[in-house]
């Protein structure tokens, strides 16, 4: 009876753990037995034996704080963040994602940025961090963290549009535009320029004007649109834009033709120059050296080499005579008679 007197006197004496902690060890001595109950949980209760009794503060709040007595000593969440049902702080929403609401329970909360738009920021709060991709780029993508995850228009197509969300938005280049893979950021076709044309939609580059030919057209559409550089000219340049770039063909060298883009060396003369057969001439200077080329001297006169001398008087001859004959006694000729 005595005994079990003392021991009634001595747990009177035991003094219970506060709330917000627990202990397991039983005979303790000290209060260092008393644990705090874990961040993000709390006990309202005194004397509790196991950290099971430490209750998980809810879904939606957090607490970093250890030993919590009360449910009032967490928080809640701010928007851009969740929290998991007991954790310690709110995880932030990933890339490409946000969220407008607080004291969320999961991470369904972070909302995905539309197709056509990306972000790179971590816990953003408001669909304003979601950016539209640029023009001349579109994005299929849900959620898409990244400017890279915006696709390039195709390369002869273009897109005005900025945050497209479909290839439908990339439109083709008409004829005499071009949209080449160094402009796929703009948001618009280029003409092309003076010396070039593009004859197809859809192209992706212009193609120049062959040699002998230019135009001082911007956006031509058509290789009709290249002019000839004119008979008597030449141009070895491609993509000539000016009927300055023909020049002309110098001494010695000619073009018939027009749109040449070399002259023709005219040929060398003949070694030497072969002489009329007797009683012909050539009545110009520079002919060829061709009989058919070598005229007939005029009867009442003689040939002397390239030339027809008329016949004195007294003389006659008749149409290629080499000399001039002398009349007979008592006949008479005028000069350059054919008959006496």
């Given at each position: 009876?005595?005994?079990?007197?003392?021991?009634?006197?001595?747990?009177?004496?035991?003094?219970?753990?506060?709330?917000?902690?627990?202990?397991?060890?039983?005979?303790?001595?000290?209060?260092?037995?008393?644990?705090?109950?874990?961040?993000?949980?709390?006990?309202?209760?005194?004397?509790?034996?196991s950290?099971?009794?430490?209750?998980a503060?809810?879904?939606?709040?957090?607490?970093?704080?250890?030993?919590?007595?009360?449910?009032?000593?967490?928080?809640?969440?701010?928007?851009?963040?969740?929290?998991?049902?007991g954790?310690?702080?709110?995880?932030?929403c990933?890339?490409?994602?946000?969220?407008t609401?607080?004291?969320?329970?999961?991470?369904?909360?972070?909302?995905?940025?539309?197709?056509g738009?990306?972000?790179?920021?971590?816990?953003?709060?408001?669909?304003?961090?979601c950016?539209?991709?640029?023009?001349?780029?579109?994005?299929?993508?849900?959620?898409?963290?990244?400017?890279?995850?915006?696709?390039a228009?195709?390369?002869?197509?273009?897109?005005?549009?900025?945050?497209?969300?479909?290839?439908?938005?990339?439109?083709?280049?008409?004829?005499?535009?071009?949209?080449?893979?160094?402009?796929?950021?703009?948001?618009?076709?280029?003409?092309?320029?003076?010396?070039?044309?593009?004859?197809?939609?859809?192209?992706?580059?212009?193609?120049?004007?062959?040699?002998?030919?230019?135009?001082?057209?911007?956006?031509?559409?058509?290789?009709?649109?290249?002019?000839?550089?004119?008979?008597?000219?030449?141009?070895?340049?491609?993509?000539?834009?000016s009927?300055?770039?023909?020049?002309?063909?110098?001494?010695?060298?000619?073009?018939?033709?027009?749109?040449?883009?070399?002259?023709?060396?005219?040929?060398?003369?003949?070694?030497?120059?072969?002489?009329?057969?007797?009683?012909?001439?050539i009545?110009t200077?520079?002919?060829?050296?061709?009989?058919?080329?070598?005229?007939?001297?005029?009867?009442?006169?003689?040939?002397?080499?390239?030339?027809?001398?008329?016949?004195?008087?007294?003389?006659?001859?008749?149409?290629?005579?080499?000399?001039?004959?002398?009349?007979?006694?008592?006949?008479?000729?005028?000069?350059?008679?054919?008959?006496?």
């Amino acid at each position: 009876m005595r005994l079990e007197n003392e021991r009634l006197e001595n747990s009177m004496d035991c003094i219970a753990c506060a709330a917000g902690k627990c202990s397991t060890v039983t005979d303790s001595a000290s209060r260092t037995a008393c644990l705090d109950c874990f961040a993000g949980k709390f006990s309202t209760l005194e004397g509790v034996s196991s950290e099971l009794n430490c209750l998980a503060f809810p879904a939606g709040k957090h607490s970093s704080r250890l030993g919590s007595a009360t449910i009032s000593s967490c928080q809640l969440c701010q928007n851009c963040k969740f929290l998991q049902q007991g954790s310690e702080t709110c995880q932030l929403c990933s890339e490409g994602k946000y969220s407008t609401i607080w004291s969320a329970t999961s991470n369904l909360a972070c909302t995905a940025c539309a197709q056509g738009k990306f972000s790179s920021a971590v816990g953003a709060g408001s669909e304003a961090a979601c950016f539209r991709c640029l023009a001349g780029t579109y994005s299929t993508s849900d959620g898409a963290s990244s400017a890279t995850m915006c696709l390039a228009c195709e390369v002869g197509t273009y897109s005005a549009a900025e945050g497209a969300n479909s290839r439908d938005f990339c439109r083709q280049c008409v004829s005499g535009k071009y949209f080449g893979s160094e402009r796929l950021r703009s948001s618009g076709c280029f003409d092309c320029s003076p010396g070039h044309y593009a004859a197809e939609a859809g192209s992706s580059a212009c193609t120049a004007c062959a040699s002998g030919k230019y135009t001082p057209v911007c956006g031509a559409y058509a290789e009709s649109a290249c002019a000839l550089c004119a008979a008597g000219t030449t141009s070895k340049m491609a993509g000539a834009s000016s009927a300055d770039t023909c020049i002309r063909c110098v001494m010695g060298t000619y073009s018939e033709i027009t749109g040449a883009s070399m002259c023709t060396v005219r040929p060398p003369p003949p070694a030497t120059c072969v002489a009329c057969p007797a009683g012909k001439y050539i009545p110009t200077l520079g002919g060829a050296p061709a009989t058919t080329e070598c005229a007939t001297c005029l009867a009442g006169s003689s040939t002397t080499p390239a030339l027809c001398t008329s016949c004195p008087e007294g003389y006659f001859s008749s149409a290629g005579s080499i000399e001039c004959t002398t009349c007979e006694l008592n006949a008479y000729a005028a000069a350059a008679s054919s008959i006496c």
